[in-house]
């Protein structure tokens, strides 16, 4: 037990990588919204990316298997949906990893990972997931995924 050290959560869950993209973590994303510990048990609260998310149950467990590992077992996981999750709540150097890592940030305009040209067509509004759109790169015609704004 960390004895309230709510500090040291949020670290831990900073090393749980989003299933879906794991090169940002689940802190990274934004989908933690809060801890607070009470009554000698941490409550973190999670809002999923949209109330439909196949990650989240995946996530709750990565989290559960994260702070079980680390000897933290006094815990609840709360999902909340209001406010609804929003990119905002992803910060600059988040969208930073997600271009490097070949996915287009979060943005009004759609810029090309691989050679950062914003001369691009959506070929379809749906990626892998939901909240990714598939896009084509105007002039190194490369094909890549888009993470839509929300």
Known sequence: MLNGNTDKIWELLNTVP????????????????????????????????????PAVKTFQDDIKTCLTNNGVD???????????????????????KLLKY?????????????CKSTSTTTISDFGSTACKSFHSCNDCLEPFEHFKCI
Do not use: H
Request: glycine share 4%; hydrophobic share 35%.
């Open 18 to 53: 989003d299933p879906e993209i794991p090169v940002i973590s689940v802190v990274e994303l934004g989908v933690i919204r809060n801890i607070e510990f009470i009554n000698d048990s941490y409550l973190i609260s999670i809002t999923p990316t949209y109330s439909g998310c």
């Open 74 to 96: 006094n815990f609840e996981l709360k999902l909340i949906y209001s406010p609804a999750w929003t990119t905002d709540w992803m910060t600059e150097k988040t969208k930073e």
């Open 102 to 114: 070949g996915i287009s940030p979060p943005s009004k305009t759609v810029i090309c990972p691989q």
